[in-house]
């Protein structure tokens, strides 16, 4: 039955990415009420509608090619990857029995990076609104534990400061903003309220490692050159879903490794 339930989970996460996809295309072309959700979804290119079977998660990118069926107008990677990364996702929290918090932060995330990656910019009141819960939800925590507890809160803080300076220092404030913006920071401080101090550093080494992996093989590739802006948002997003499902086994590992040598 667990797996039955982890297989529907996969794909209700595809099909939420999609309905999410869709929905931040429509918030970002500032489409009105009713509309924003009623509305027949059409080729950007041609403009026009999609049929049913064009709007099958993953499946209808792969049987047209990548292409809109009606125009032949390239259809974004992005959209494909990302319906697969929420499916994997949500189906890895089920079945790892991940915290609850999980899910939402994850959905939320998830719809921050779409304007991430086609923008390069995250927007300011969802991303504050997730910062004020945060917060609650270290109060309300310490309320339930009759303690104090901040979680990673300080090594967040301590994180933001030091990569501030050294890119401060190497680029100046100019570029610090356009390579690590406020919404980067704001967004690593608040997941630090969420996880635990060795979780908190795992999910940002995570992140990390995973951009440069990216970033090499575009340059391998010759998709990227050395002024390729890249989306973090999308990695972090990554990182916390690998710590929320196999945080412990990873960190366990590290432990063990480390004692052996």
């Known amino acids: 039955m667990h797996i039955i339930l982890t297989i529907y989970f996969f794909f209700l996460g595809l099909a939420l990415a999609s309905f999410l996809n869709a929905l931040m295309y429509r918030i970002d072309k500032e489409y009105k009420y009713p509309e924003i959700f009623i509305k027949s979804s059409h080729c950007e290119k041609c403009k026009k509608d999609l049929k049913w079977f064009d ?17 032949g107008a390239k259809v974004n990677i992005y959209y494909p990857v990302s319906e697969l990364f929420l499916g994997i996702s949500l189906a890895l929290l089920f079945y790892t029995s991940a915290p609850w918090f999980g899910y939402p ?18 927007p300011t009141i969802p991303t504050i609104s997730f910062a004020v819960l945060g917060v609650v939800y270290l109060i309300v925590l310490s309320i339930l534990s009759n303690q104090v507890i901040f979680n990673a809160l ?14 401060l220092i190497m680029y100046g404030y100019k570029n610090l903003m356009e390579g690590f913006g406020l919404g ?50 999308p990695f972090i997003t990554l990182g916390f879903v690998v710590v929320v499902t196999f945080g412990d086994t990873i960190l366990d590992f590290l432990n063990r490794t480390f004692v052996i040598f």
Request: some cysteine.
């Open 154 to 167: 300080f090594s967040g803080l301590i994180l933001i400061g030091l990569i501030s300076l050294l890119l």
């Open 184 to 233: 980067d920071f704001i967004i690593l401080i608040t997941l630090s309220a969420f996880l635990n101090t060795k979780e908190f550093w795992l999910m940002f080494w995570i992140s990390i490692y995973s951009t440069i992996i990216i970033i090499l093989a575009g340059f391998i590739a010759g998709k990227y050159s050395k002024k390729t802006p890249l989306p973090l948002l």
């Open 105 to 122: 932060i994850l959905i939320l995330l998830f719809s921050l990076s779409y304007f991430d990656f086609h923008y390069m910019e995250i």
């Open 55 to 71: 709007l099958i998660p993953v499946l209808s990118y792969i049987f047209t090619r990548g292409k809109c069926s009606k125009c």
